[in-house]
């Protein structure tokens, strides 16, 4: 069975900016917008509908790896102050401001591999419309297919096609749904070379939420999820530019649960978490050095770390 990705697109314009292929900007072209659909719906009276292809207008193409939802209510939780507050001479990320559409206000990123949504309910409000092609309030346009006009008997129901009440469910689940416990507790000389390789500056092991959140669990409790939430050049580059990040900038992938994930990097092309740390580079490349550097033991012992969370 093949690894499920979603597929991004894009090109340059000849000014050097980013054309997500949505028609929206100046010199954009709608090609249906930034992320592929490749399957589209099937109905009776629907016979001129199919799933989107790259088109030829795409000279950028990322493959990306699903990213985890589990404990996404307590990184929700967590204040923009303390993600802000990471930033340093030894960590020179920087945070994505993006538009919540609920509000209409700029937000801090947090989710996605860009760090592109702000939100839970931003992020369930833009999976039922890209994913399932559900308009919703925060999102009730429906996206073209290819650019194209959708064909008549393709969409019968009127806009938006859920009122908010599926979109707040799914809300709900993704924020209830409790982090995966490490394996085993780390030995103090694997934590010990996880910060002195220089892993931990963007790794972030704990941070805190606050006291804000409308879930009283969610309130005042440690986050594990190694990561500081900031996007960092860490050698790697997709080209595709979501709010602030530019194509070779990414948010610190959360390490939790990496025990259980067989596919690593944003491209899912790293089968291996050795694999995945030699490809690290830009602002990483000083701790991926110390990692290389290590003898046999430490470099074993590293790794059964980062195999037990």
């Given at each position: ?14 000014d ?65 102050a ?30 996605g ?14 999976a ?12 009730p ?52 070379l ?8 963007c ?28 996007l ?21 992938a ?30 990483a ?25």
């Amino acid at each position: 069975m093949g690894v499920a990705r979603e597929t991004r697109i894009g090109r340059q314009l000849p000014d050097g900016s980013f054309d997500p292929l949505d028609g929206v900007g100046p010199g954009s072209v709608n090609r249906g917008g930034g992320l592929l659909q490749q399957r589209a719906i099937n109905l009776p009276d629907c016979k001129k509908l199919a799933g989107e292809i790259v088109p030829q207008e795409a000279t950028f193409v990322s493959l990306r790896n699903t990213t985890g939802l589990f404990g996404a209510g307590l990184v929700e939780a967590i204040p923009e102050a303390t993600i802000r507050a990471n930033i340093s001479p030894s960590n020179p990320g920087k945070v994505n401001m993006v538009l919540d559409p609920d509000d209409n206000q700029m937000k801090v990123g947090r989710f996605g591999w860009k760090a592109q949504v702000a939100t839970l309910h931003q992020f369930a409000g833009d999976a039922y419309l890209n994913e399932m092609g559900i308009t919703n309030p925060s999102f009730p346009k429906e996206n073209l297919p290819q650019g194209q006009p959708i064909p008549p008997g393709c969409d019968t129901v009127a806009d938006p096609e859920d009122m908010g009440d599926g979109v707040t469910a799914f809300e709900n689940f993704m924020k209830l749904l409790a982090p995966l416990e490490p394996r085993r507790t780390a030995t103090a000389r694997e934590q010990q070379l996880f910060l002195t390789t220089g892993c931990a500056s963007c790794h972030v092991p704990t941070m805190r939420t606050g006291s804000t959140s409308s879930v009283g669990a969610l309130n005042n409790q440690p986050v594990n999820l190694y990561s500081d939430l900031l996007l960092h050049d860490i050698g790697t580059n997709d080209n595709i530019v979501q709010g602030l990040a530019q194509g070779k900038e990414f948010r610190t992938a959360p390490l939790w649960g990496l025990s259980r994930r067989d596919r690593f990097m944003h491209d899912g092309k790293s089968n291996k978490i050795e694999d995945a740390i030699l490809r690290h580079g830009g602002q990483a490349q000083t701790a991926r050095d110390n990692f290389v550097k290590l003898d046999k033991d430490a470099h074993d012992a590293l790794l059964a770390f980062l195999g037990s969370l």
